[in-house]
């Protein structure tokens, strides 16, 4: 079921109102995780994803190593723990099942055993490591009509939210023209920085720029020289291959408005630029995702000008701003989104933020690294190769 995004805001407002009261649904649900401590752990706090709903029992846990899997099983309290996450699921039978870790190594794998039991669930981010196989994640989710979210928290967020009604709704900045975004530049900077930040950023930007782009054309580079086939390596954790130290990206999207994306090594980091900034005919918006669990920066700049002048006030807060109080850092940070998929999974309808989504923004990503072995050429969105560029680049 396909939503747009004044629909997205209705429901993630009431999704924010119902974690306020504590709204509950009648049915009681049986839940797993799936966590691995020595090849990409749970994520970001994947293992609380259901621990504020009284109607969800997270019975289980998996995980190989020992140690990890003793640890985790008593930090969220489940009744039973295994060393194979198959064997839980085939004895546990899950409706709802957490795959935590970051690395997209096992992601098609988890994903698949899950379907094959009917469970529902949510996942890290990024959802793949490789576009045939994120094809081939969404099919079986599909074919089963099970509803799987993934963790692309910062869209979530209530000032995010808010950000777009002031854009979209009441027209704070004017016409939308650009939206600009970057990495966290650290020593990830370029092409790892690209899929594990730039995942986020690229989901807000088709959030904010109304949908999928239509082509990609990016400048990636190694030392300051053009990326070769031989600058081709594999990323810190297990995320697929990678190039380049400095990648820019640019997005056109539909009615001619575009979107850059930038990650570049430099000796001063990214000094808290991580974020999005959308440009208007009147205005500026700058979102900035800030070090630390559930901290995000919402400012207005109003000005064509785009600049300070003698009749600027300066960057000031939204309008009407939300106020959100975070109590449990842990349990909070991605309970909008788990909440959302227990109402998708009860009105038979796609969550809000889904896997669908996650393939969205892996192919921008991987549409970066086609534009890269094609020297740079705009490459058109759908990608018509879906098997990643890096692989066969000679």
């Known amino acids: ?16 109102a119902a974690t306020t009261v504590g709204a509950q649904s009648k049915k009681k649900y049986k839940a797993c995780i799936i966590g691995d401590s020595k090849m990409g752990g749970y994520g970001h706090c994947m293992e609380h994803a259901f621990g504020l709903r009284d109607d969800v029992a997270t019975v289980a846990l998996a995980d190989p190593d020992e140690s990890g899997r003793v640890k985790y099983a008593k930090i969220v309290g489940v009744e039973r723990s295994y060393a194979d996450y198959r064997e839980m699921l085939e004895k546990e039978r899950p409706d709802l099942v957490s795959v ?16 094959e039991v009917g469970a529902h669930g949510f996942i890290e981010k990024p959802l793949c490591d490789d576009l045939a196989v994120g094809d081939k994640m969404v099919a079986a989710v599909e074919a089963r009509n099970l509803k799987w979210a993934i963790a692309f928290i910062f869209r979530s967020m209530p000032e995010v939210q808010h950000a777009w009604k002031m854009i979209h709704e009441e027209g704070l900045i004017g016409t939308v023209l650009e939206a600009r975004g970057r990495g966290k530049e650290d020593h990830r900077a370029g092409g790892e920085d690209l899929i594990v930040l730039g995942a986020h950023v ?16 990016a400048d990636v580079t190694v030392n300051g020289r053009t990326a070769q086939p031989a600058d081709v390596r594999r990323a810190n954790e297990s995320l697929g291959p990678i190039v380049g130290d400095r990648i820019h990206v640019m997005y056109g999207f539909k009615g001619g408005t575009v979107g850059y994306f930038d990650s570049m090594k430099n000796p001063n980091g990214n000094g808290g630029r991580f974020g999005i900034d959308i440009y208007g005919s009147r205005g500026v918006v700058a979102i900035r995702i800030l070090p630390g669990d559930l901290r995000i920066s919402v400012q207005w700049f109003e000005g064509s000008l785009w600049a300070p002048g003698r009749k600027s006030k ?8 939300p106020v959100v109080q975070v109590k449990d850092k842990h349990r909070e940070r991605n309970q909008i989104i788990t909440d959302d998929l227990i109402a998708a999974i009860e009105e038979d309808r796609r969550p809000k933020i889904s896997i669908q ?12 690294f086609e534009s890269c072995v094609q020297g740079g050429a705009r490459v058109a969105l759908p990608l018509v190769n879906r098997s990643h560029p890096l692989k066969s680049w000679k």
């Open 1 to 16: 079921m396909h939503l747009n995004r004044r629909e997205f805001i209705a429901v993630s407002s009431a999704a924010v």
């Open 100 to 115: 935590g870790p970051r690395c997209t190594i096992k992601h098609e794998e988890y994903l698949l055993a899950c379907t």
């Open 202 to 217: 690229l989901d807000l930007m088709c959030f904010f720029m109304g949908g999928k782009p239509l082509w990609c054309t």
């Open 314 to 321: 300066g960057w000031k807060p939204l309008p009407d701003a």
């Open 357 to 368: 989504d996650g393939l969205r923004s892996w192919e921008m990503t991987q549409a970066v």
